[in-house]
């Protein structure tokens, strides 16, 4: 299995321009979530989707951020407008949700440079 | 609400010596409970995680802790470090029927030649 595949690793850009990010979870997963991690705030949870619907999105920061689930096997995040305060890794990882007690699987991240 | 605490931001032992990583929860469920870990650049990896079997559990890469509900603690153990196992390692709890993840803060161990 291939993991959780995200695009790109590496983004920098310019305040003020919009920014997607995309994860592609494993396959067979109905779980998926984003998050966040900085120094200042560790991990934070972002979004939660269950089967392609987003459950949680309780943790997105602004009306700036949005995400979007259009089938089993591909997610983005966009930040629109982008500003430096939003320079941060951001994870997507992907789990099996019938078995509560199953693990995350995390993809590399990408890390967003906002300048 | 629950949450999870790791004591210890920053963890340094000479290599060969013992890895103890404390992590303690707070909930009046015992949840299920996780370690994983981040190598530089990388996503998160799960080492072991707890479910309410065995409460001394084994993971990847010789670690493992045991759940202690009398102190509410699911500490991480090695009893050698390797050079290798330089990392950030985080803490993670579930209640069971609910998908929030809840994530220490993480301790970054480091190991010294």
């Known amino acids: 299995d291939a993991g959780v595949i995200q695009s790109p690793r590496h983004e920098v850009t310019e305040m003020g321009q919009e920014v997607t990010l995309r994860c592609k979870p494993i396959?067979?997963?109905?779980?998926l979530f984003w998050y966040r991690q900085t120094m200042m705030r560790g991990l934070e949870l972002l979004i939660y989707f269950n089967n392609n619907v987003p459950i949680d999105d309780s943790g997105m920061p602004e009306d700036r951020f949005s995400a979007k689930m259009p089938n089993a096997s591909f997610s983005t995040l966009k930040i629109q407008p982008s500003e430096p305060r939003d320079s941060a890794v951001y994870f997507c990882?992907?789990?099996?949700?019938?078995?509560?007690?199953?693990?995350?699987?995390f993809g590399e991240g990408s890390r967003l440079t906002v300048l | 609400a629950q949450s999870v605490t790791q004591l210890g931001s920053h963890v340094s032992v000479s290599e060969g010596a013992l890895v103890l990583l404390r992590c303690n929860y707070s909930?009046?469920?015992?949840?299920?409970l996780f370690w994983y870990v981040q190598y530089p650049n990388q996503g998160l990896q799960l080492l072991l995680k707890y479910t309410s079997a065995a409460t001394l559990v084994k993971g990847i890469n010789g670690f493992e802790a045991e759940f202690k509900k009398s102190e509410t603690s699911f500490h991480l153990t090695k009893p050698s470090a390797h050079m290798s196992d330089a990392a950030e390692y985080f803490c993670a709890a579930i209640t069971s029927g609910t998908y929030k993840y809840i994530f220490g803060t993480g301790t970054r161990l480091k190991v010294l030649a």
């Open positions: 909930s009046s469920v015992p949840p299920y």
């Open positions: 396959s067979g997963h109905n779980s």
């Open positions: 990882a992907s789990s099996i949700r019938t078995i509560n007690t199953g693990e995350l699987f």
